[in-house]
C-alpha cells in the first residue's frame, strides 16, 4: 500500500471533530511529500534538528508539531515555526517556550503531557503536578505560551481494557482541566495501535505514524 492510500485509509475511519497528525519521523521528504499531495498538512516529529531540517525545505503550508520528548536548550531551534508542542511536562521547559516565543514575537499552543501509563519510562505529569502547574502565579506570568490541551500515551500493552482505562483517565483530567483554563480545546491521544480506542473515549488528535507510513528502520 503506498502512503496515499494508507493515508486515505486512515482518514476514512476518522470522525470529523478527529485532527489527524501524520507522524513522520525517520522518513524521508519523498514520503512527507507523497502525504502532502494527499491533502495532509499536519506532521509530527520526535526530534527538534530532524523537525527544522524539514521545515526548511517543506512546503511553508505544513504545520509542523513536536511530539516528542523536548530538550530545553533546543526548544530555540522551533520557536520560530512550530505550530503545537505536544510533550511539556515541566515549568522549567514552559518557561524557556515562553522565553524563546517572545524573541519571535509569537505564542506558541503547548500541550501539557500527563503520565497515564504503566510503564516508568513514558515521560508526563501527574495530577498534583498538573494542578501546582497551572495553580502557580510563575505559570501564569507566562505570556508567550498557551496550553490549548493535554497529550497523553497508554501503556504498550495488548491489554485493550488497560489501554481504555488509561485513556478514560486522561479524558477526565482533561474535562476538569478546561474549567480552570479558557484555551483547552485539544485532547491528543492515540496511535496506530489505539487510535480507534482512543477516539472512543474522547480524543480529538490523533498521532499516526506506522499505520500511514509504514514501519520505522531505526537503523539508518
Ligand atoms: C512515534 C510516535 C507516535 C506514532 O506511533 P505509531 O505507532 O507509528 O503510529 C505517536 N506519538 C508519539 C509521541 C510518538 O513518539
Not at 47 to 64: F, G, R, T, Y
Not at 72 to 92: C, P, W
Not at 137 to 164: W, Y
Request: with cysteine; glycine share 6%.
Amino acid at each position: 500500500m503506498s502512503v496515499k492510500s494508507n493515508l486515505e485509509a486512515i482518514k476514512q475511519t476518522l470522525p470529523e471533530h478527529v485532527t489527524l497528525v501524520a507522524v513522520s519521523k525517520t522518513k524521508p521528504q519523498e514520503s512527507i511529500l507523497e502525504a502532502y499531495d494527499g491533502g495532509q498538512r499536519i506532521f509530527g516529529e520526535n526530534k527538534i534538528q530532524e523537525m527544522a531540517e524539514k521545515w526548511a525545505v517543506l512546503p511553508k503550508d505544513i504545520e509542523w508539531h513536536m511530539i516528542g520528548h523536548v530538550q530545553r536548550n533546543k526548544v530555540k531551534y522551533m520557536a520560530e515555526f512550530v505550530s503545537l508542542i505536544h510533550g511539556v511536562d515541566s515549568f522549567k521547559l514552559l518557561k524557556e517556550i515562553d522565553k524563546q516565543a517572545k524573541k519571535h514575537n509569537r505564542t506558541i499552543p503547548c500541550l501539557l503531557q500527563m503520565h497515564i501509563a504503566q510503564e516508568a519510562t513514558k515521560f508526563g505529569l501527574d495530577q498534583t503536578e498538573l494542578n501546582d502547574l497551572i495553580q502557580s502565579e510563575a505559570f501564569k506570568a507566562l505570556d508567550h505560551i498557551e496550553i490549548v490541551g493535554l497529550m497523553g500515551m497508554a501503556t504498550n500493552t495488548p491489554d485493550h481494557v488497560q489501554i481504555r482505562n488509561e485513556f478514560k483517565q486522561l479524558k477526565s483530567i482533561f474535562d476538569q482541566l478546561k474549567g480552570s483554563l479558557p484555551h483547552v480545546s485539544v485532547l491528543s491521544m492515540g496511535m496506530s495501535g489505539d487510535y480507534k480506542i482512543a477516539i472512543e473515549e474522547g480524543s480529538t488528535m490523533v498521532r499516526i505514524g506506522s499505520s500511514i507510513f509504514g514501519s520505522r528502520n531505526y537503523a539508518h
